[in-house]
């Protein structure tokens, strides 16, 4: 057995000196290898959602479920669905998440309003008392107060159409919220719900992004809702792919030169 199993000592000097830097290597190229096929996997995921986003965008609105099955929905399976549903607007609980309009993201549009300000989210009371938050679009900062903007708050019944979004994970670089003032920088639908002064209503777990309307002096400004996803995950496959050849070259170099001295 000894015979075949022979010591790391019974190489070749020159090939002594190469095991610890292709044990590295070989390290280095695994993990490089499966950062590449995990962005190739999160293309493929992102594909997918682009397409499923699109396809659910472009169809035709349909009813709102019933409060009875809110709780079933899921962020998989409705989130940006386009929906229909009947209610008045409670405009004295408005609450507001902080946004950017026209950032560097997207192309400006020269007709609306850019800048920093906020997306206006007024509770909508449907027929049986349940409640859904549902955002009317973004306010300047100077346009927060709604009494600067009477003529665009929408009195009596009325039927909206939308998109369904459910709430967002807080990011650790988001400012606190301020419940007080109805500031928020987290879509967080509960929060935002108590901050209204929804504590005892049925409140839906989503919120409704409403698709604009022409209202007097145009704010709330609709048209907000963000469906430009970013997607480089080919590029970073690509990135990691090309480090892991990088490395390999770089390697056969190192090897060709060690055995080259050692000759």
Do not use: C
Request: proline share 8%.
């Amino acid at each position: 057995m000894s015979h075949y199993l022979q010591p790391m000592t019974a190489l070749p000097s020159p090939y002594r000196s190469l095991v610890v830097p292709a044990i590295a290597a070989l390290s280095a190229l695994a993990v490089l290898l499966g950062l590449g096929t995990w962005q190739l996997s999160r293309l493929a995921w992102k594909n997918e959602l682009v397409a499923q986003v699109a396809a659910r965008t472009h169809a035709a609105p349909v009813a709102l479920p019933s409060p009875a099955a809110w709780s079933a929905m899921t962020a998989e399976r409705d989130e940006y669905r386009r929906v229909s549903v009947s209610g008045t607007f409670r405009n004295t609980g408005e609450t507001y998440l902080y946004h950017v309009a026209g950032d560097s993201r997207r192309a400006a549009d020269p007709a609306k309003v850019q800048g920093q300000g906020f997306l206006v989210f007024t509770p909508f009371v449907l027929a049986d008392g349940a409640t859904v938050l549902v955002n009317r679009g973004f306010v300047p900062n100077d346009r927060r107060d709604p009494a600067t903007r009477a003529s665009g708050q929408i009195e009596g019944p009325v039927t909206i159409t939308g998109l369904i979004r459910f709430p967002e994970a807080r990011s650790m670089l988001a400012a606190p919220d301020d419940a007080a003032r109805r500031l928020f920088y987290t879509r967080d639908i509960g929060p935002m719900a108590s901050a209204a002064g929804l504590g005892t209503n049925v409140v839906a777990p989503f919120s409704i992004d409403a698709d604009p309307v022409a209202l007097p002096g145009g704010l709330p400004q609709g048209g907000e809702t963000r469906l430009d996803f970013p997607n480089r995950h080919f590029e970073y496959a690509l990135t990691w792919f090309g480090l892991a050849l990088t490395l390999i070259g770089v390697f056969v170099a190192f090897v060709i030169q060690k055995l080259r001295a050692a000759a």
